[in-house]
Each structure stands twice: as structure tokens, then as C-alpha cells.
């Protein structure tokens, strides 16, 4: 198409304007839109008309007309306000707490007195040596005291902080007072942060160690102290180990190898643990043993019950290398020719072995194939009597008692109950079979009043008619939970063989949920005393064992009651531990194929299992 055919299609242009354009006329604007109202307006909920001040509403009324940015918090200006005010407040909190650790009591004391006058926070930051300054001047026309950051790198850095959980400084780090003050280095490369290592090896010794001691205490903090890499008692290796497994106490953001992610607590100090046994190459030493044992007990709370039996075996065969068993394949040591260092964390170590290889073989339904230690127990008047607990981090927040630790009446406890857990083990596994019902009935009564004078013989101080501290009432915990599996076993095997109506049928039953609603008994005084934050990983078996055996009871007030609580703590536990989780599927199984109803309770309680653990414990 030509240009003139195009232009017959075009329509006809409208008229100009008349007479000559002014060249100087000037452009017409648009109106400029206000994103900000001043305070009176915002105050009044009227139109403002913005800058400049005064507005037009301000000026007829004779009103102040003010406009503050910074209010708006969508704005930068207020972002680092924001900024500058959390880090006024997390220095004044610093400085605070450092003045609390120090010995300087008068100090303390007139600080004390200048809060309770309720002084401003200035005045409060010179008392403490913290910088006094003025957050409130910051505003677009003065940016204040805030440094020398411009807008956009303020920005950027709030952002960076928020995004980044491991640089996050937390309230709760921040008023966290570990017990015991350690050392990063040389002991780790995952961290040198010498605060987080204080808290997780405080966290070991109050909540697991107690529990299940594979070594002796004293003597590990001395040499860690020491900062001797290549000591006997305490290596790179043991350390890492500890904390891996202590993270699973923890809160702290720090603590998880995976930002998020609940189940990955532990990983990189686990990791690095891995790494330094596979450079050790075997080498036979006595923190390595107590490093297997413990890398063992983490790898069960992941879930790798083969991996823990093969690691934990590999503690044991080193033990027994070292001749601290009896039995054939063990040399025998010139104990005389010991340190007492030496002899004393070999002690706790064996005995520590020996306890903890009954409870794993218990579990996997195996003879436990340990012989007894060759060392005694050591005498009544031991180092560590003076050794007190306190239920840290909790401690932090409420005033505790610190009460004697009993480390080593509880590891004298332990041990008594493991010989008779041996002999358990030695008729289920393996003289059950070649037994008549009468006869497997007899040897477990026996077995059972076995069981009841071990607990009459406890000296008082282990009493269980008060509320304990943890070691305590697990020892308490284990003789009602083996008392679960004899008579879960001698159930099991009349049903087996036929004799369910048997006279003793029933009574073996009561004995389980007899057990089982104690345990829980137990457990709600932990729960009432300390919380379900911080609870001993040994508690999860025993706690799952009760839950099952009451399946079948429910219909006793006092069973369900039982049912709910001991539901409650697998509940606590599944919001970290991957057997936890099972446990619970595998109860919700048995309860479906028995044809069983939870009470209402506890499945309320059930209903918490999505929630965060903030949100619940």
C-alpha cells in the first residue's frame, strides 16, 4: 500500500489552537502524592495534607504539626532505628551481665540500687560502663550516633543478621551462665566460641552424665583444663563426642549442623568425631573407649541401633584388650603401677561398659556377653562427693538448690542392678526354653524379689519417697522398666506356648502396668521439678515400654492417667529424637490393631507432636 492510499484511511486532524503559543508558559506539574502524615492528623484520622509545615489541617486548627518518619515501619529510616535500639539494648544486656559474673559485690549492689530507683537507661549504662547514648535522635535529617553506616548498609545488615541463625545472638544466649568454663581450643575446630562449649559440656554433665557414667568427671574437667591434647583422660576425640551428644540438650542456634533443621543437632561436632577416630586408627587409649561409648549413645538417638551396637562393641573390645574385664582374651594389668587418675577414670569407665552393654543387650534381646569388671568400685569416700547438681540452664531463670550429685552411690546402684539385669538376660535368652512353665514362673519370682531387695538395700539419700534429682530417679526407672520386660517376656511366651489361663497369667500382667504407672509417677515429678526442656535421653525406652504395656489397662483411671503422661514426654522427645517419632507410630499401630481407644487427653497431647517445641514444652 502506497503512502497516498494510507493516508485516504487517516483521520482528519482536529483544529489547533488559536493565536500563538507563549514559549514561556510554564508546564503544567503533577500533584505530588504524600505518603506520610503528620502526628496530629494521624492522631485526628483526617486527610493531610503534607509538606511543608504546617499542613493545611494543623494550620486551621493552630496545631504542632509534626512529621516523624521513623514511626513508619516501612521505611528505611526506621529499619535502622530498629536497628540501632536492638543494639543499644543487647549491649546494655551485655554489659549488664558481665557486671553480674564479676566479684566486684559493691559494684553489684549500687547498680541494684540504681534500678530499683528506676533511673533511665543512661544513667543505668554508666553505672555499668555501657555506652550511654541517644537512640531516640535518629531521624533522616540526623542519622544520630548509630556509626558509620549509611542507610542502605544499615539495611542490608539487619537483613544479613536475621538471615544468618548461627550469628544470631539470642536473649537466652545472652543471660546463659554455663556452670563449668571451658575451652574451645585446642579440643575442637567446629567452633571457637568458648561460651558454646562451656554450655554444652555443662549440659552433659548435668543431664547425661549423671545418668550413665563412662567416665569419671573430676578427672575429665582437670585435664581438659590442662589443654594437653595427648592426655590419657581427655582428648580432641572425647570432646567432640560430648558435645555432639550434648547438643541435644540445647536450644541455641549453634547447635544444629542444618539452620532449622531439629534433627541435625550434633551433626558437625559428630562429624568432626568421625574424622579424628578414623585418624586415631585404632589406637587403644582409655578417652578413646569413653569416646566409642559416647559416639555410640548418639548414633541410637539417631535412629542407627546397628551402628550404635557395632560402635559400643568396639568400646567394649578395646576395654577388654586393655584387661579391664575378666574372662579368656584379656591380659591382666599391673593395676599397683597405676596413677590414681589412671585407676580411678578406669574404674568408672568399666563399671560404665558394664552397665550400659546390659541395657543394649536387654533391648536387642541378647545375652549380654560381658564378663565383671577387674577393678572394684571405688571406696565410700570419694573425690567426686563434692561434685553438686543443679538443674542447668534452668538454674539461669529460678533459684535451685544445689544438691550433692551422688555420682557415686548412683554408679554403685547401677551396678548392683546391672549383675541382676545379667541374670535376667541369662534366663530369657537362654534358659527360658529348656524350662516348664512352673519352672521359668519360679526363677522369675525370683528374680523379681531380687529386684525388691536391691531397692529396700538403697541408702537413704537414694530413697525415692521425695523428689530425686535425675540419676536418682533413674536408677529408680530402670529396676521398674526391667521389671516390665521379665514379666512382658513371661507373658508373651504362656501366649505362646498356650497357657495364657494360667494362674500367674494375670498376675505377671499387673505386674507390668503395676511398673509402668510408677515410672510415669517418676516421670511427672521430673516434669514438674525441671520441665520437659531439658530431659535425660535415657528416659526414652522405659518411658516407650510403659506406654505399651498400659495399652491394655486403660479402662483404670489410674493407668490412663499414667497413659497421658508417659505419652506427654514421647511427645517432648519426638521433637528431637528420630526413635521418638517411631515410637509413637508404633504405639498408634498396637492401640489400632488391639481395637483401643486413647483417652481424650492423650490424644490432645498427641495433637502437639506438629507443633515447635517453643510452642508447646
Known amino acids: 500500500m502506497t503512502t497516498k492510499e494510507q493516508d485516504k484511511y487517516l483521520p482528519p486532524l482536529a483544529p489547533g489552537p488559536h493565536g500563538p503559543i507563549s514559549q514561556g508558559s510554564a508546564a503544567i506539574s503533577k500533584p505530588r502524592k504524600n505518603s506520610t502524615a503528620c502526628l496530629p492528623c494521624k492522631q485526628a484520622k483526617r486527610k493531610c495534607s503534607g509538606r511543608p509545615v504546617p499542613c493545611k489541617a494543623c494550620r ?54 540504681i534500678i530499683r530507683q528506676s533511673a533511665t537507661l543512661n544513667t543505668i549504662a554508666s553505672a555499668v560502663d555501657a555506652p550511654a547514648i541517644d537512640i531516640g535522635d535518629a531521624g533522616p535529617d540526623n542519622p544520630g550516633s548509630g556509626g ?39 579440643w575442637t575446630t567446629v567452633t571457637d566460641d568458648d561460651h558454646l562449649i562451656s554450655h554444652l559440656i555443662s549440659l552433659y554433665f548435668t543431664w547425661d552424665h549423671p545418668v550413665s557414667q563412662i567416665m569419671d568427671q573430676g578427672i ?17 576425640l572425647l570432646v567432640n563426642s560430648i558435645l555432639a551428644l550434648a547438643c ?13 533443621e531439629m534433627t541435625s543437632w550434633g551433626q558437625h561436632f559428630f562429624t568432626e568425631a568421625e574424622r579424628l577416630w578414623s585418624a586415631e586408627e585404632g589406637q587403644n587409649s582409655l578417652a578413646n573407649i569413653q569416646a566409642l561409648a559416647v559416639m555410640s549413645f548418639f548414633l541410637k538417638l539417631q535412629g542407627k541401633d546397628n551402628l550404635c551396637w557395632l560402635t559400643f562393641r568396639q568400646a567394649v573390645q578395646l576395654a577388654r584388650d586393655r584387661g579391664l574385664f575378666h574372662g579368656p582374651g584379656s591380659r591382666h594389668r599391673n593395676w599397683r603401677q597405676m596413677s590414681n587418675d589412671a585407676l580411678q577414670a578406669s574404674t568408672a569407665t568399666t563399671w560404665g561398659l558394664f552397665a550400659i552393654n546390659t541395657q543394649l543387650s536387654m533391648e536387642s534381646s541378647n545375652v549380654a556377653d560381658l564378663p565383671l569388671p577387674r577393678v572394684r568400685l571405688y571406696p565410700t569416700s570419694h573425690p567426686d562427693e563434692n561434685i553438686l547438681w543443679t538443674p542447668y540452664p534452668r538454674s539461669n531463670h529460678m533459684d535451685y538448690e544445689r ?89 508373651n511366651e504362656m501366649t505362646l506356648r498356650r497357657e495364657s489361663h494360667h494362674p500367674q497369667f494375670e498376675r505377671a500382667q499387673s505386674l507390668q502396668f503395676q511398673a509402668a504407672r510408677e515410672i510415669a509417677n517418676f516421670l511427672r515429678i521430673h516434669r514438674e521439678s525441671y520441665s ?51 515410637m509413637l507410630k508404633n504405639i498408634e499401630a498396637i492401640a489400632q490393631r488391639k481395637i483401643v481407644s486413647f483417652p481424650s487427653d492423650a490424644l490432645a497431647v498427641m495433637d502437639h507432636r506438629e507443633l515447635e517445641s517453643s510452642q508447646w514444652l
Open 220 to 236: 575429665f574437667l582437670n585435664h581438659m583444663a590442662s589443654g594437653d591434647i595427648q592426655s590419657e583422660c581427655c582428648n580432641p
Open 403 to 491: 544438691k550433692p550429685s551422688l555420682l557415686h552411690y548412683t554408679m554403685i546402684g547401677m551396678a548392683d542392678l546391672s549383675e541382676i539385669n545379667v541374670q535376667i538376660q541369662d534366663l530369657l535368652f537362654e534358659k527360658a526354653y529348656d524350662l516348664s512353665v512352673e519352672e521359668l514362673w519360679g526363677a522369675a519370682e525370683a528374680l523379681y524379689t531380687r529386684l525388691g531387695m536391691w531397692t529396700r538395700g538403697l541408702p537413704s539419700v537414694l530413697s525415692p519417697d521425695e523428689p530425686q534429682i535425675p540419676q536418682v530417679s533413674f536408677l529408680h526407672i530402670r529396676c521398674r522398666h526391667m521389671t516390665i520386660l521379665l514379666f512382658d517376656f513371661m507373658s
Open 60 to 113: 486551621n486548627t493552630d496545631a504542632e504539626c509534626v512529621f516523624d518518619e521513623t514511626l513508619d515501619l516501612r521505611r528505611k529510616v526506621a529499619a535502622r532505628r530498629t536497628l540501632g535500639e536492638l543494639g543499644y539494648y543487647r549491649g546494655l544486656l551485655h554489659s549488664l551481665l558481665e557486671m553480674l559474673r564479676s566479684s566486684d559485690n559493691d559494684k553489684m549492689h549500687r547498680v541494684l540500687d
Open 532 to 582: 520437659l526442656r531439658q530431659i535425660p535421653r535415657q528416659f526414652l525406652d522405659p518411658t516407650n515400654s510403659s506406654a505399651i504395656s498400659l495399652l491394655t489397662d486403660l479402662d483404670v483411671d489410674k493407668s490412663k492417667e499414667a497413659f497421658v503422661e508417659l505419652c506427654r514426654f514421647l511427645v517432648a522427645f519426638s521433637k528431637r529424637y528420630l526413635p521418638a517419632k517411631a
Open 148 to 186: 558509620t553506616l549509611n542507610m542502605d548498609d544499615a539495611i542490608a545488615q539487619h537483613e544479613r543478621l536475621c538471615a544468618d541463625s548461627h550469628s544470631r545472638i539470642t536473649v537466652e544466649k545472652l543471660c546463659d551462665m554455663p556452670l563449668l568454663q571451658v575451652l574451645a581450643r585446642p
Open 248 to 260: 541435644a540438650y540445647s536450644d541455641f542456634p549453634e547447635v544444629f549442623a542444618i539452620p532449622g
